[in-house]
């Protein structure tokens, strides 16, 4: 599980995009002490830092300098200042890459997805797929492999798959995956997950994974290890 830390002083951004990335998987925490993001970096030890320019005390740059006085973790801009002069300087100052605000949260969840590509894969490729029963489910590009064929996968069938693979050999509670694919799942029908695992089923079984999602009733569901001929 990659770990993302968000410098960004709107709690309103901030909380949004935290949200979004943990529905991905990612660990996420939020810089809450301006005048000591180092410290917080240090602590947390992030795998990709999301980085607003205007900050109170210092910006962005400045952060972004001391950060590569000691480590290499991409760093990645988000800011509303997007003319030229300001995505030179954040390249120049070792940011990694650049994003616009207002921005789609799929399109930051896709940029953040291809940094951590970019910069994990060849170091860590252990890290990118996940793998049971046979299955190999890639992280990177949300696919699932079995016996030589390949299955392209919603994001929902991705996120269930995903919260399964990290929990194999073990059930995983309906709530938990309830929360993982939608804010609060008080407001979600109960029955909208069981459609949403039953379609996956029909996609597994056509792919020759025979009862893959084991259900475990009144708790939740659980991966078969031992695949079904």
């Not at 990335?21 to 005048?35: I, S």
């Not at 002069?85 to 949260?105: E, H, R, S």
């Not at 930051?108 to 489910?137: D, E, H, M, P, W």
Request: charge should be negative; aromatic fraction near 10%.
């Amino acid at each position: 599980m990659y770990k993302v830390l968000i410098v960004e002083d709107d709690g309103i951004i901030s909380e949004t995009i935290c949200r979004h990335l943990r529905k991905w998987g990612y660990e996420v925490e939020c810089a809450a002490d301006f005048n000591h993001v180092l410290d917080h970096f240090i602590r947390f030890e992030p795998q990709l830092v999301l980085m607003d320019i205007g900050l109170p005390f210092y910006n962005g740059y400045f952060w972004c300098q001391e950060i590569r006085k000691i480590s290499q973790v991409p760093v990645m801009f988000v800011s509303s200042a997007s003319d030229n002069m300001n995505i030179v300087m954040a390249v120049n100052m070792g940011g990694d890459d650049f994003i616009v605000k207002p921005f789609d949260l799929e399109v930051l969840s896709a940029k953040v997805q291809a940094v951590l590509r970019r910069t994990y894969a060849f170091q860590n490729q252990i890290s990118s797929v996940l793998s049971c029963g046979g299955a190999v489910l890639n992280l990177a590009d949300m696919s699932l492999s079995f016996e030589g064929r390949r299955l392209e996968l919603s994001k929902n069938e991705f996120r269930i798959l995903q919260i399964l693979f990290e929990h194999a050999g073990n059930t995983v509670t309906r709530g938990s995956i309830m929360k993982r694919l939608w804010d609060d799942e008080c407001f979600v029908d109960d029955n909208t997950l069981t459609v949403n695992v039953n379609r996956l089923r029909r996609v597994l079984e056509e792919a020759g994974l025979v009862n893959f999602i084991q259900t475990k009733k009144g708790v939740g569901y659980q991966i078969n290890r031992r695949q079904d001929r």
